[in-house]
Each structure stands twice: as structure tokens, then as C-alpha cells.
């Protein structure tokens, strides 16, 4: 558990790694009603100039928050929250699906108008060693 109180500019988030499968894909289009077919036909997506299927990015963008909810335990407590699309993550049609590996580091701590504690988290988001996401941050509420 996290000692919120000495959360400091430079700590680095617990790593997470989440894979992202065909089957997570057609749960989110369910879920958010972006049926677009370059997320689950590889036909259609090389068709339109793409190596194959890709991963929503709102999806994507949605498991990097997750690395912060995790860390602080309230989704109610981020603020803000940002990125910038630069890649798709390529989801291939197995079992293991695509590994996105999500990582975080504390880049200000101060106090809000409000007298809340607010850290500024610089997000990492990375599928084959490539960055997936820009400009990825978010300001959370620390906890008491």
C-alpha cells in the first residue's frame, strides 16, 4: 500500500502489463457501441492501410488510466486525465493477444485551490517496445 502523504515528484506507479485479445475487443464494442470493423476483421483493416486489427484507441486509453486507478484506489480521484494517439496497438487473432505495458512517474505534487493534494502522473504506454500514446498525464487527488 502506498504511504499517499509521502508521494513525491520523481515516484515511480507499480508497473502494469495487460494483454489485449480479439475477445476484450469485441467486449468494448459492445460496451461502447464503436463497431468499426479494423477492430475485429483483418480483411477490412488491410484493406484501409493497416497491418491488421487494432485496438480501439478510447480502449487503450482507458487500460493506461487503469494504471493510475490502481495506484490510487478511487477512480473518483482523478481530476484530469489526457493523451495523445501516436500508434495503434495491433491485436493479433491468438490467445495471448497484444501486451501493453503501462508505467507512470510522478511528475509534480502540490496543493489545489480546493486544499486537495494533487500529483501530476506522467504516463507511459508501450505495445512491441514502441510508445502507443502521447502527452499521456493526469492529475489525480491523493488520498488523506
Known sequence: MTDFSAVAKGDELPPLQVHVTRADLVRYAG??????????????ATAVGLPGVIAHGLLTMALAG??????VG?????????????RPVLVPDDDEGALLELSGKVRDVFD????????????????DG???????????????
Open 112 to 127: 489545489g485551490d480546493d486544499g486537495a493534494r494533487i500529483a501530476k502522473v506522467d504516463i507511459v504506454a508501450k505495445f
Open 31 to 44: 460496451a461502447s457501441g464503436d463497431f468499426n470493423p479494423i477492430h475485429w476483421n483483418d480483411r477490412t
Open 74 to 86: 478511487d477512480p473518483a480521484a482523478i481530476r484530469t486525465y489526457g493523451v495523445r494517439f501516436t
Open 130 to 144: 514502441r510508445t502507443v500514446l502521447g502527452r499521456a498525464s493526469a492529475e489525480i487527488t491523493l488520498p488523506g
Open 66 to 71: 487503469r494504471l493510475v486507478t490502481g495506484w
